[in-house]
């Protein structure tokens, strides 16, 4: 039987969403799984694979399944495994062969990258990065994270760690500490847990009226919200998230020359705050022969199906 | 006749090296022409040419040259022009189709890049990185350039000029001009210039004794002979230069996670003043799972040879 579609699986911390997609990027089916709070890896395994084999056989695709692509915070592309996710309790202090595992259990070949890199092949698959054969993804979520496509492929590096783009420095003077334990990583400022931040230090550091004042335990979503309503310092700490991404961008540019960099997640829906800054900082700090030739371009995949979609395209490589 | 040797030519803005080059890495000939000073590109064309002819002819290999290899100042692999070269009076103001000329004006294929991205294939085909897939070359001589090996391949990127790592920001923070127009460039910092200008600077601001203050226009090398005889200053000017190296390092291995960091140029002799503190500020700059295995190698090729072997090492591909 041809074999004429895959499965895109998603790991995250909280819950698990695996799909059945064909070569169109249709998801056919979809499910999400609660982590099941287990730290052990096979149980972890057992559970997914039960998952796996139910989703295919409700999509009426049994037999038909090329491979399992499967995107994971420290996923390792060359040797298939997660290791030290702080999020997983099954892989937060050890590398699990998780590719293997999975593939014996399931009985489909198993191919795993980093979640970034995951959303880097979604797009270049079926998103706006379609045709581009060199390109940045920026994921803004709860941190930063980075994959990076250079002639039509995902760089992995000498050791699959490739794209580690949040931990650059964006701020090398007195630098905001960041969750890795470096200093003035672009993540501690550019990710939601950064926007949230800036507001709670610009709302302590001046007695300027703002909507925030009233929101207690102020997150990204609602310095959005506040923004959306006009809130002057609200917009201001988007443009300095702007300008901070920018920055780095450009840096970025006179590293590989992408066509255009494209941003993800959360924190990307408030494109409207974030677009100009971002650009304006990015052309500032630019070589001049690059200036206004790089796009930045804002990820249009249903969020709901982004996840699915950028794991299961690496499993057409299978 | 079997072709098995090929021409490499560091063209530069004094003078210009051409070499016939076997297989092996052994330069049976070779020759420099000084710049003639014509701002005509076809005259400078017409003038190579005869060099080039009359070289392959010296060494006895008429009709057995594969190719001809040039790296140029801003030579584009992919278009083979040299673009607003400011050293070049020639290609200054304007874009040269250089490779096409050459190749008509020789009958040979040419094939052309800048001249950090030909002394990172020189590395790779016949120096410290034979054998490996991942490394950054960056060459420290008058300014700071960048060639960046992926998985074996020079990154061009979109638009053939991918690995300007010399102006990537090093200093955010009240960054020195470089000469780009830009502020904070790691070239404004690492190259001969940036050593020589910190050495002036930290003369002006203290009453510091060091040998350096009975040195009229200090340059790089200036400091470098005072290191050497022990001054205190000097030595800590290449400390400082190292750690705003390092630093930079870091993020260029985030970016894509190399096996090592090769050193060239002028500034790298100073490898026993520079070595321990880049190394020291590129591991405490990098996520912990990198610390202590990216390692810093300086270039071992004859500096004679090495620029005409990076651009041979270009015409095997062809």
Redesign the interface.
């Known amino acids: 039987m041809a074999k004429n579609f895959v499965v895109g699986i998603d790991i995250g911390g909280q819950s698990s969403k695996l799909g059945v997609v064909d070569a169109r990027g249709e998801v056919l089916a979809q499910n999400v799984i609660p982590a099941s709070g287990s730290s052990d890896a096979k149980v972890i395994v057992k559970e997914l694979a039960q998952a796996i084999t139910a989703l295919i056989s409700q999509a009426g695709k049994t037999g038909e399944i090329r491979g399992i692509g499967v995107g994971a915070p420290n996923g390792n592309y060359y040797n298939g495994t997660i290791a030290?996710a702080p999020n997983l309790p099954w892989a937060a202090h050890g590398s699990v062969e998780f590719a293997k595992l999975l593939k014996e259990a399931v009985g489909i070949p198993v191919s795993l990258t980093n979640d970034a890199n995951a959303a880097a092949m979604g797009e270049m698959t079926y998103g706006v990065a379609k045709g581009m054969?060199?390109f940045i993804m920026i994921t803004l979520g709860t941190g930063v994270g980075s994959g990076?496509v250079?002639?039509g492929?995902v760089?992995?590096?000498?050791?699959?760690?490739?794209?580690?783009?949040g931990?650059?420095?964006a701020?090398?003077?007195n630098g905001r500490l960041c969750g890795?334990?470096?200093t003035g990583c672009l993540e501690a400022y550019c990710s939601a847990i950064g926007v949230a931040r800036t507001a709670r230090e610009w709302l302590e550091m001046s007695d300027e009226p703002s909507l925030l004042r009233e929101v207690q335990n102020i997150t990204s979503k609602d310095v959005y919200t506040a923004a959306c309503a006009g809130d002057n310092l609200a917009v201001r700490v988007f443009e300095y998230t702007g300008k901070i991404l920018g920055?780095s961008l450009?840096?970025?540019v006179?590293?590989?020359?992408?066509?255009a960099i494209v941003l993800f997640g959360g924190l990307a829906r408030a494109k409207e705050f974030l677009y100009e800054p971002t650009l304006k900082a990015m052309n500032e700090?630019l070589?001049?022969?690059?200036r206004g030739?790089v796009r930045i371009l804002f990820s249009q995949l249903k969020e709901s199906d982004a996840a699915i979609l950028g794991a299961s395209a690496l499993a057409w490589e299978l």
């Open positions: 030290f054969k060199d990076i250079i002639n492929q760089l992995y590096g000498s050791d699959g760690f490739a794209g580690e783009l931990h650059t420095c701020v090398r003077h890795c334990g470096k920055q450009a840096d970025f006179e590293f590989s020359a992408p066509e700090n070589l001049p022969m690059w030739k």
